[in-house]
């Protein structure tokens, strides 16, 4: 087998990469759509193209994407996160767009979550080589400029994620999307430094067949998630509850999504659990709390 990464290191460990490295969608997930192609990859509803910028980039296969990994990582994975995930996103995939009952057990939505960290996670990570190359070649594709060693670590152990993550699940339209919504709404993130150490809050969402994940990392400021509230959204960790997912109605992506706030210093740990005492949601701003003052934010 070929190096695909000739020269990189795991990003799990020291070790060398072998071979293609960890596959971010595992092959028995892309599998699952052979022959039913071809595929078109968009960002923002805008697909890709090939250079004459009006062709769209098609693929009979759904196209992976990969982070390098040694052997050991690789088959560690395996066990700690995808075989128990694998027969959860089967029952999704097989779900489609039905509104019958789909019972998940708590350790069901963790298994999904412990997945869905490891696809955001992962194909967001610097080292990320996609086979796609429009998605290779997009300087605007989310790229994670830090990814702490507590993100990974426990996919290694197989231990449980940190509880400074947050997973939601929406479901969504399987072939398209309807006109965005009218009200959209946003939570928020601010870039958080305590004591001088940033803390990297940061989001990542991704879509797979009916259903949107986002995962996000505030650690030590919880968030009320107006979606979760309303039943239109549910959270898989930390926390997780026996869901049933055949009654989430589908909505769309951008009805409430996470943005990048302003940079927030404050001195102490204690400054910050007094600022925690008010969740971040869609109705507050973390600047208005700290500094009295809106700033600006960007999307
Ligand atoms: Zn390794």
């Known amino acids: 087998m070929s190096n695909r990464f000739p020269g990189q290191a795991c990003v799990f460990c020291p070790n060398p990469n072998v071979g293609v490295g960890e596959h971010v969608w595992p092959s028995w997930f892309i599998g699952k759509f052979h022959g039913q192609g071809p ?7 805008v697909p890709y193209t090939k250079r004459d910028k009006e062709t769209p980039v098609t693929a009979d296969a759904l196209l992976g994407v990969h982070v390098p990994a040694c052997k050991d990582c690789n088959a560690t994975l395996d066990t700690t996160i995808e075989k128990s995930a ?4 089967r029952r999704l995939l097989k779900h489609g767009d039905s509104s019958d009952e789909l019972i998940l057990s708590a350790d069901e939505c963790v298994a999904l979550a412990r997945w869905q960290l490891k696809v955001g996670l992962l194909s967001a990570h610097a080292a990320a080589d996609h086979d796609h190359p429009g998605l290779q070649r997009d300087q605007d594709l989310p790229r994670l400029p830090v990814v702490r060693p507590e993100w990974l670590e426990w996919m290694r152990t197989g231990g449980e994620p940190p509880a400074g993550f947050s997973v939601f699940v929406t479901r969504r339209h399987l072939r398209g999307e309807d006109a965005p919504p009218a009200v959209k709404q946003h939570i928020v993130l601010p870039q958080l430094i305590v004591d001088g150490e940033d803390l990297n809050f940061m ?3 991704f879509g797979f067949s009916g259903v949107n994940a986002t995962i996000v990392w505030h650690p030590g400021w919880p968030i009320a998630h107006a979606q979760v509230d309303t039943g239109r959204a549910v959270r898989l960790w930390p926390n997780p509850y026996e869901i049933n997912f055949g009654v989430l109605p589908q909505v769309h992506s951008r009805e409430l999504t996470f943005w990048d706030g ?3 210093g404050v001195g102490a740990a204690d400054e910050l659990t007094q600022l925690a005492q008010h969740p971040l949601s869609v109705d507050s701003d973390s600047s208005v709390a700290v500094f ?3 700033l600006p934010s960007e999307e």
């Open 39 to 45: 595929f078109t990859t968009s960002r923002a509803d």
């Open 86 to 89: 694998k027969p959860v996103v």
């Open 203 to 205: 989001s990542q969402s």
């Open 262 to 264: 302003a940079i927030v």
């Open 292 to 294: 009295g003052v809106a």
